[in-house]
């Protein structure tokens, strides 16, 4: 890639990241003031892995 090329993906990473800098910055706000809920989080999380571990234990 040329050098040209480099410094406009860098130019266009930085504009993209100041972009959406306001809504994630409200959008971290707003996860540290919502209630945790890890169960939510832990079920889907231990089911994804047993069938991870059963597809595994069946291909043997």
Same mark, same amino acid.
């Given at each position: 890639m040329a050098l040209w090329q480099q410094?406009?993906?860098g130019v266009l990473a930085l504009a993209v990241f100041l972009w959406f800098r306001?809504? &994630?910055k !409200?959008?971290?706000q707003r996860s540290a003031e919502a209630p945790k809920d890890w169960?939510?989080?832990l079920l889907p &999380?231990? !089911?994804i892995i047993a069938f991870v571990?059963?597809?595994i234990y069946s291909v043997r």
């Open positions: 410094i406009l993906l306001p809504g &994630l !409200a959008a971290m169960k939510a989080v &999380l231990v !089911a571990i059963l597809l």
